[in-house]
């Protein structure tokens, strides 16, 4: 009877999409092998509501709605069960149709699936095989060289996976550009480039970017990309910040230019950052220290929800400027990748230094530069 029951809730979805001309993403799948009674399939990720399948003799289907290109995740209760642990099975969708997971073993995972049916995720399917290979090849010659603990925490391992990062690093933009020439007009291409961007030299990015489709550089990301890249550019030591005009919390708008004349920490944060929150009551006492008519603190925040900026102001209570960023301003202007990201810029608008993350000791090149320049403070 729940078979019959959920085959025609399935029907019916589909029939109320087509009926209302709604664009949908049917993902259907195959596990072999025993499921010990564990037959649900679990869907959740951004934009994707949670929702849970159950396999009829290793059978399961979603259906989804289509608005815009997403990626949901699953994983299975067998995995949750059995193993006691999961790691989520992504797929890369960018238009409405059928996807395919075929050849699943349960014992292996939703790892073990071939992707078919639409292009993208297919493409992206064969994208991710290739990453998990080249992954357990670096681990493998990581191990020969330090020893199999190379992984686990401590200063007697921090060589190992020191170089474990670094071959990652560049082993992952060899095979990121590799795949680029094989799919130029591929989104799973545009996708890939995104995630590598900010930990390769910007002359690879350039060179890759350059490789894709000219439609692909059309997307939203391959924009982004582009933003990116110029924000590089922009935020090198030594260049000039150009003029940019942001809205205050009270919805005022705020133009750098009127900074002219002061030394000016530009602050990027985000009320969800761990590390920003931990920053503020030292930055504070630097405030407390610097201010007056040549120095300034100015905090930009690339919260996408205006009321948790707004809240994070009110938890905060910081004493300086205060923006949100919605024209992309970070990437563009910055190319900030993570926050906290701080830049101390001269009172001619000149970048004197950058800083990522936050020092809890107080030793930062930037402190450092600002004792140089105003010597003890005001206090």
């Known amino acids: ?104 073993d349960i014992t292996k995972g939703l790892a073990s699936m071939k992707v078919g049916g639409l292009k993208t995720p297919t493409a992206y399917g064969e994208l991710r095989r290739r990453q998990n290979e080249m992954y357990a090849e670096v681990n493998r010659g990581i191990s020969a060289k330090y020893g199999a603990d190379w992984y686990k925490q401590g200063p007697q391992n921090a060589e190992a996976r020191k170089a474990q990062s670094e071959e990652i690093e560049r082993r992952s933009a060899l095979l ?10 591929s989104y799973a291409s545009v996708y890939a480039l995104t995630g590598i961007k900010s930990s390769v030299p910007p002359a690879e990015v350039e060179k890759m970017y350059a490789l894709l489709s000219p439609n692909l550089r059309k997307t939203e990301e391959a924009k982004s990309i582009a933003g990116f890249l110029t924000g590089l550019k922009k935020s090198a030591i030594g260049s000039k910040v150009d003029n940019f005009t942001l809205n205050n919390e009270l919805d005022k708008p705020f133009s750098f230019a009127s900074l002219k004349g002061k030394y000016v920490v530009i602050d990027f944060w985000a009320s969800w950052c761990g590390p920003c929150k931990q920053s503020f009551p030292h930055m504070k006492e630097v405030y407390a220290k610097y201010k007056g008519e040549k120095f300034e603190i100015y905090s930009i925040s690339i919260d996408k929800d205006k009321s948790a900026w707004l809240q994070g102001l009110k938890d905060q209570q910081l004493p300086w400027l205060q923006t949100l960023d919605t024209k992309g301003i970070s990437s563009s202007g910055f190319a900030v990748t993570g926050v906290p990201t701080t830049f101390l810029v001269d009172p001619n608008g000149k970048i004197l230094l950058k800083e990522v993350g936050f020092d809890p000791g107080g030793n930062s090149p930037l402190e450092k530069k600002l004792e140089e320049l105003f010597g003890k403070g005001n206090n």
């Open 1 to 104: 009877m729940k078979r019959q029951t959920f085959a025609l809730g399935l029907l019916l979805i589909s029939g109320t999409a087509l009926a209302q001309g709604v664009k949908t993403v049917v993902i259907s799948g195959k596990f072999n092998g025993d499921t010990r009674g564990h037959n649900k399939v679990f869907i959740y990720g951004t934009g994707v509501k949670q929702d849970s399948a159950v396999m009829t003799d290793g059978n399961f289907t979603f259906t989804l709605p289509y608005e815009k290109p997403f990626m949901p995740m699953f994983y299975t209760e067998y995995d949750k069960a059995v193993k006691r642990m999961y790691q989520p099975f992504p797929l890369l969708i960018d238009e409405p149709g059928t996807v395919t997971l075929s050849e699943g």
């Open 176 to 185: 990121v550009g590799t795949f680029i020439k094989e799919h130029p007009d």
